[in-house]
């Protein structure tokens, strides 16, 4: 987030700009200076600013519809290809979401019209394009509101089409199911638009690879959170694996690398207290340098990997595993000993037996 610059904040969230944001500025006044004059540059730059103040509306519709469920947008942030809203939690209930996905369209729509009204405009389809120059300033703001409009309810979800799309088929599917099958719909469009941008667009090539990227971590975030709920770190911890004691050296680490599957291997203390983790990578790093297999174990291990109790839920521990960036949580019981530990690959491996389990 270092990347984006703080512009306002309103009714508690931050409006932010990301820096490439003044790139797309830059580009616009540049290509216009270049076809025409200076004043045809300061015309993009503005047309420009107004339609990312109409796409910050747009967020707004959605942040302000997300409020009304008791969803809070601590920040909205400005990238070249449109804005982004983070939203706290997406709301559940179908009915919910498909309120606040249209919300943001609603505004264009609202924009567009009043516009259409104000300047006495037909509704003529031959004005569907920003390239119409002969038109007015406010004639394009509307026209760009428009395509907004249709762009956006395109169902390539994580786009506000692909939420109604989501709900809609959560309705009948479930929600975990259902966002499979959306984000799946979602990254096949995003390969037609990556085509059709490599015939001269290349921000819709830009837009294809956020859709495709975006599309794929919503789908395995709700895949995770669906796997995890009501479950606890008992299902799904580690419990049978080797550990280094206090004395240990990084050769022992080695050794016990080449031994067993394991990459990432508990320093366990005289009462069997959790004192840190040495990664495959600390080991490797280590032997690198001279002498570097007669170092303490204690010396190259990780001291931050957090640990939950043997109670905690599944998705706590995932969620504190992400939050610290961690390879793996620590499980620990009542008196404060190492009972095992969960690493990323055991939520996927519980992935992938859960299906057949459940097929059964
Ligand atoms: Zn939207």
């Given at each position: 987030m270092s990347w984006s610059i703080k512009l306002f904040t309103l009714g508690g969230t931050a409006v932010r700009m990301h820096l490439t944001f003044l790139l797309l500025v830059a580009w616009i006044a540049a290509m216009q200076w270049v076809r025409g004059s200076a004043a045809d540059a300061l015309y993009g730059v503005t047309f420009i600013l107004v339609l990312f103040a109409c796409v910050v509306l747009h967020e707004f519709g959605h942040i302000w519809a997300a409020r009304r469920y008791g969803i809070r947008t601590p920040d909205v942030t400005l990238l070249p290809i449109g804005g982004v809203a983070s939203m706290e939690r997406m709301p559940e209930k179908p009915s919910q979401e498909i309120v606040v996905a249209l919300a943001g369209p609603a505004v264009n729509v609202v924009i567009a019209l009043v516009l259409i009204v104000a300047l006495g405009l037909?509704?003529?389809?031959?004005?569907?394009?920003?390239?119409?120059?002969?038109?007015s300033f406010w004639a394009q703001v509307a026209v760009a509101n428009v395509i907004l409009v249709v762009f956006n309810l395109i169902?390539?979800?994580?786009m506000d089409g692909g939420r109604v799309l989501r709900a809609v088929l959560a309705m009948w599917l479930g929600f975990g199911r259902a966002t499979a099958v959306a984000a799946r719909i979602g990254q096949g469009l995003a390969i037609v638009f990556a085509i059709l941008g490599l015939m001269g667009n290349p921000f819709l090539i830009l837009i294809a690879a956020f859709i495709f990227l975006a599309a794929a971590g919503e789908a395995s975030y709700v895949q995770v959170r669906e796997l995890t709920r009501?479950?606890?770190v008992t299902d799904a911890m580690i419990t049978s694996f080797e550990a280094l004691g206090v004395m240990s050296t990084v050769d022992d680490a080695a050794s016990l690398l080449l031994r067993t599957t394991q990459q990432e291997f508990p320093v366990l203390d005289g009462a069997s207290r959790l004192r840190g983790i040495v990664t495959r990578q600390a080991i490797v790093d280590a032997l690198?340098?001279?002498?570097?297999?007669?170092?303490?174990?204690l010396e190259v291990m990780d001291k931050d990997t957090p640990t939950v109790m043997l109670d905690t839920p599944l998705d706590e521990a995932f969620n504190l595993m992400q939050r610290a960036r961690a390879p793996m949580v620590g499980v620990v019981d009542r008196e404060g000993k190492f009972a095992g530990y969960v690493t990323r690959e055991n939520i996927t491996e519980l992935m992938m037996i859960r299906p057949s389990r459940e097929a059964r």
């Amino acid at each position: 987030m270092s990347w984006s610059i703080k512009l306002f904040t309103l009714g508690g969230t931050a409006v932010r700009m990301h820096l490439t944001f003044l790139l797309l500025v830059a580009w616009i006044a540049a290509m216009q200076w270049v076809r025409g004059s200076a004043a045809d540059a300061l015309y993009g730059v503005t047309f420009i600013l107004v339609l990312f103040a109409c796409v910050v509306l747009h967020e707004f519709g959605h942040i302000w519809a997300a409020r009304r469920y008791g969803i809070r947008t601590p920040d909205v942030t400005l990238l070249p290809i449109g804005g982004v809203a983070s939203m706290e939690r997406m709301p559940e209930k179908p009915s919910q979401e498909i309120v606040v996905a249209l919300a943001g369209p609603a505004v264009n729509v609202v924009i567009a019209l009043v516009l259409i009204v104000a300047l006495g405009l037909s509704f003529d389809p031959a004005l569907m394009s920003i390239e119409t120059l002969q038109t007015s300033f406010w004639a394009q703001v509307a026209v760009a509101n428009v395509i907004l409009v249709v762009f956006n309810l395109i169902p390539a979800f994580p786009m506000d089409g692909g939420r109604v799309l989501r709900a809609v088929l959560a309705m009948w599917l479930g929600f975990g199911r259902a966002t499979a099958v959306a984000a799946r719909i979602g990254q096949g469009l995003a390969i037609v638009f990556a085509i059709l941008g490599l015939m001269g667009n290349p921000f819709l090539i830009l837009i294809a690879a956020f859709i495709f990227l975006a599309a794929a971590g919503e789908a395995s975030y709700v895949q995770v959170r669906e796997l995890t709920r009501g479950r606890r770190v008992t299902d799904a911890m580690i419990t049978s694996f080797e550990a280094l004691g206090v004395m240990s050296t990084v050769d022992d680490a080695a050794s016990l690398l080449l031994r067993t599957t394991q990459q990432e291997f508990p320093v366990l203390d005289g009462a069997s207290r959790l004192r840190g983790i040495v990664t495959r990578q600390a080991i490797v790093d280590a032997l690198k340098t001279q002498d570097g297999g007669a170092t303490s174990a204690l010396e190259v291990m990780d001291k931050d990997t957090p640990t939950v109790m043997l109670d905690t839920p599944l998705d706590e521990a995932f969620n504190l595993m992400q939050r610290a960036r961690a390879p793996m949580v620590g499980v620990v019981d009542r008196e404060g000993k190492f009972a095992g530990y969960v690493t990323r690959e055991n939520i996927t491996e519980l992935m992938m037996i859960r299906p057949s389990r459940e097929a059964r």
